[in-house]
């Protein structure tokens, strides 16, 4: 199947990407390496996150040269999510890149971009968004945490939740209240008043934590009062590199499914001679062609920075969280009783299908977000 951009191919430059990342990847994010890395606390190898940054310069591919980066665009960085997702690749590629870096580039304050953007360009600083609460909500409404002034600049207390690899990331970006509104703070790890708690997870490729904070010192990042735009824009973006990437994955597991169908025999013939067998790989491959597409409408609404953004973002990450899930699970279906076995890696990807659906949120409320703004 082609695949289709912004003029309907890929450019040379981001053909060669693609082949340079799975390339990586084959060989540093195996089944067996996904297998060690989803066992431990940590969840990533913090040698491997250094050569993602510094050889292949993914983290800070989508930053601008000015901090250190690549200045890519977004077309690229989709490519490379979709990589990932293929690879179910342990790392906080997805909380640094289109999370955190996402809201230091939107927040309009220069110096603390100076500051913090190079060191995630160079894969040295894991950074995240501590946005969600206890109540899971990626809403302006879901933040109690606040924050005060002090002799030497903010305090932040609250709690977040559902943070991703908020226990190992080395700078955090927390959102809370001011007198003046949403604002967003950076949080150093070893901020002192500062607990962070790593918690079970259903999908233990991507790993979460509970942050408490008392009292934590904290750096204003942009305009006080003024967070939340920035944050929404920086979520809708997040949307559509996460939707990217659950197309990574929702393909690779396709591509299991239709492998398996080929080799394994029944009754004397492959089962992909089967009626049912055939008719669902058709489907998968409908599925996940169209999930594609959804994909490249919202990384063009991206890249041009369209009005539109939140509706292609929300429709990306809607109907991409259903495929996913429904594609992983027909894996896990076509290849019968394995499918179902700790062994055989169909279950990872159902697995992190299932977080992905409600990571930035559900998407139920992605579809209610999106009749909001048609007017529905």
């Not at 990533?44 to 996150?49: F, L």
């Not at 955190?100 to 110096?111: K, V, Y």
């Not at 002192?192 to 991507?206: A, I, S």
């Not at 499918?339 to 992905?356: D, N, V």
Request: proline share 3%.
């Amino acid at each position: 199947m082609a695949h289709h951009t912004l003029t309907g191919t890929y450019t040379e430059e981001q053909d060669e990407l693609r082949k340079v990342v799975r390339s990586f990847l084959s060989k540093h994010s195996t089944e067996a390496d996904v297998r060690d890395l989803m066992a431990t606390t940590r969840g990533y190898d913090p040698a491997q996150w250094r050569r993602m940054g510094a050889e292949l310069g993914l983290q800070g591919l989508g930053v601008p040269e000015e901090y250190g980066g690549a200045g890519c665009g977004y077309v690229e960085l989709g490519i490379v999510f979709e990589e990932t997702g293929r690879a179910l690749l342990c790392a906080p590629y997805l909380a640094t890149v289109a999370l955190a870096a996402e809201a230091l580039l939107r927040s309009g304050d220069e110096a603390a971009r100076k500051d913090l953007l190079p060191g995630i360009a160079a894969g040295e600083t894991v950074a995240t968004l501590a946005f969600t609460e206890d109540g899971g909500s990626w809403d302006e409404r879901g933040v109690a945490a606040s924050a005060r002034r002090t002799a030497t600049g903010w305090a932040v207390t609250g709690a977040k939740n559902y943070v991703p690899d908020g226990h190992t990331a080395d700078l955090l970006l927390v959102a809370a209240r001011t007198d003046a509104g949403l604002s967003l703070f950076a949080v150093e790890a070893g901020a002192p008043g500062l607990v962070r708690t790593p918690l079970e997870t259903l999908d233990q490729t991507r790993k979460q934590a509970r942050l408490d904070l008392d009292a934590v010192p904290a750096r204003l990042i942009g305009a006080e009062g003024a967070a939340w735009p920035v944050i929404e824009r920086s979520l809708a973006a997040a949307a559509v590199l996460l939707s990217a990437e659950q197309l990574g994955g929702a393909s690779r597991a396709m591509e299991l499914a239709v492998e398996y169908a080929k080799i394994r025999v029944q009754y004397g013939r492959a089962i992909g001679s089967f009626q049912g067998i055939k008719h669902l790989c058709a489907d998968m491959l409908v599925e996940v062609e169209s999930a594609r597409s959804a994909v490249c409408d919202a990384l063009w609404a991206l890249e041009a920075d369209a009005p539109d953004l939140p509706v292609a973002a929300a429709l990306a990450l809607a109907y991409c969280s259903d495929t996913y899930t429904r594609v992983a699970g027909d894996c896990v279906q076509v290849h019968g009783g394995i499918g179902f076995t700790w062994e055989h890696p169909a279950h990872l990807y159902l697995k992190r299908a299932k977080s992905s659906e409600v990571l930035l949120g559900t998407a139920a409320s992605h579809r209610e977000r999106l009749a909001v703004r048609l007017g529905l």
